[in-house]
Nanobody, 127 residues
């Protein structure tokens, strides 16, 4: 079992920055591919970014490329999402998730393969 707890959300003006953190319980954090998803009101949950077990590979949805950076610290059992140049359309509840698989681009972009999910943290970007 892995428990995930997100933090770092909040209210920020357009153009601002936030850093989300996701702390994982357990000693097997480094064996999981980690992802960030988001869900806006009335919309489906969508992929944001994913990172491989070692942190050497990452992948982003097109709309956040160049603005968001995913990273992880396996010694601290934590994955991060640095969000810069935020836009109102980034407003959503952000979730971190873990899946125990190889870093497969077809698998990291969809919710179903992820076995563990956090409770989410709200990010609101005002215009």
């Amino acid at each position: 079992q892995v428990q995930l707890v997100e933090s770092g959300g909040g209210l920020v003006q357009a153009g601002g920055s936030l850093r989300l953190s996701c702390a994982a319980s357990g000693r097997t954090f480094s064996t999981y591919v980690m992802g960030w998803f988001r869900q806006a009101p009335g919309k489906e949950r969508e992929f944001v970014a994913a990172i491989s077990r070692s942190g050497s590979n990452s992948y982003y949805r097109d709309s956040v490329k160049g603005r968001f950076t995913i990273s992880r610290d396996n010694a601290k059992n934590t994955v991060y999402l640095q969000m810069n140049s935020l836009k109102p359309e980034d407003t959503a509840v952000y979730y971190c998730a873990a899946q125990g698989s190889i870093f497969n681009l077809n698998l990291v972009q969809v919710p179903r393969p992820y076995k563990y999910w956090g409770q989410g943290t709200q990010v609101t970007v005002s215009s």
